[in-house]
Structure formats: C-alpha cells, structure tokens
C-alpha cells in the first residue's frame, strides 16, 4: 500500500516562500517519476511540477516557472516543492503524486499518477 503524506502547507504573504514536503512508503521510491498538483476552491486540478525517478529531469507548469523548484531526495523517500515569490494566485491544496509506470517521465497530466496524497492547504494573502 502506497502512502504519501505531504506537510509544509500554511499561510504566508504575497511574496513570500514555503517549502512542500512528501513523504512516501509503500514501495520503491527511487523507481517512480513524482508530481505536484493543487486545486483551488471552485477550480479544476492542474498540474504544478513533476520529477524524474533519478531526480535529473523536471518539469513545471507555465504559471509557476521561474518561482516553484520540485526536487527529490531518493534516500528520505520524499520529494519537495519549493515555492518562492507566492502570489494570491497560488492559493490552493497542494497534492502529492506518485507515477503510475516505474521509470515513467516525469509527467504533468494526472492520469499518469496513480497514488495521492490527503493534501496540504497553502494560503496566500494580498
């Protein structure tokens, strides 16, 4: 059973920066591409990051480039989302994912995940 427990959620001003984290059990990590996605209160899931099983390929979506980092650590099973300059815009529960195929590219569409985490609640005041 695939477990993903992400935490690091919180309220932070315009500008400001948090650091995501997901914590993952349950099978190998090491051997499955990542992601992060996030819903907004009345919106539809999109897509924010994704990572390669090796950690050496990432990809991000266009409205956080430039401000967001996804990275992995292999051996603490854990990726992060490292979020800077955050605007209102940003508000969201973030979600951890974990890829459906071992070895899978790093993916922005979520059918390629096959296992979420419960979601943390990131707030971006004006």
């Known amino acids: 059973q695939v477990q993903l427990v992400e935490s690091g959620g919180g309220l932070v001003q315009a500008g400001g920066s948090l650091r995501l984290s997901c914590a993952a059990s349950g099978r190998p990590f090491s051997t499955y591409a990542m992601g992060w996605f996030r819903q907004a209160p009345g919106k539809e899931r999109e897509s924010v990051a994704a990572?390669?099983?090796?950690?050496?390929?990432?990809k991000l979506a266009d409205s956080v480039k430039g401000r967001f980092t996804i990275s992995r650590d292999n051996a603490k099973n854990t990726v992060y989302l490292q979020m800077n300059s955050l605007k209102p815009e940003d508000t969201a529960v973030y979600y951890c994912a974990a890829g459906r195929t071992a070895w899978g590219p790093p993916s922005l569409v979520s059918y390629d995940y096959a296992y979420w985490g419960q979601g943390t609640q990131v707030t971006v005041s004006s």
């Open positions: 990572i390669s099983a090796s950690g050496s390929t990432a």
